[in-house]
């Protein structure tokens, strides 16, 4: 089992950045895959930003340029660097996990709130 607990988020302003943690937990190794989604009121989750075991990296049209996935394979950690946020960007953001094409752990999920 893998536990995943997010941390950062918050309420900032138009333009204003955010950095959003992810910490993993339990039974896991370098090979897990990791990434964001959010969902935001009325809306269907959806994918922000995936970061593969081996570095990859995929982003959401509507975020590229703006955020920016990392890891540090050494903490079981994964980050979320948002940038030049919109009041669109307003969602639960939701760390994801898994191995190979079994995304199958979830976090709890944390606010992120643009006012304009």
């Known amino acids: 089992q893998v536990q995943l607990v997010e941390s950062g988020g918050g309420l900032v302003q138009t333009g204003g950045s955010l950095r959003l943690s992810c910490a993993a937990s339990?039974?896991?190794?370098?090979?897990?895959?990791m990434g964001w989604y959010r969902q935001a009121p009325g809306k269907q989750r959806e994918l922000v930003a995936i970061?593969?075991?081996?570095?990859?990296?995929n982003y959401a049209d509507s975020v590229k340029g703006r955020f920016t996935i990392s890891r540090d394979n050494a903490k079981s950690t994964v980050n979320l660097q948002m940038n030049s946020l919109k009041p669109e960007d307003t969602a639960v953001y939701y760390c994801?996990?898994?191995?190979?094409?079994?995304?199958?752990?979830w976090g709890q999920g944390t606010q992120v709130t643009v006012s304009s």
């Open positions: 339990g039974i896991i190794d370098s090979n897990i895959n």
């Open positions: 994801r996990a898994g191995y190979g094409s079994f995304w199958e752990y």
């Open positions: 970061i593969t075991s081996g570095g990859r990296t």
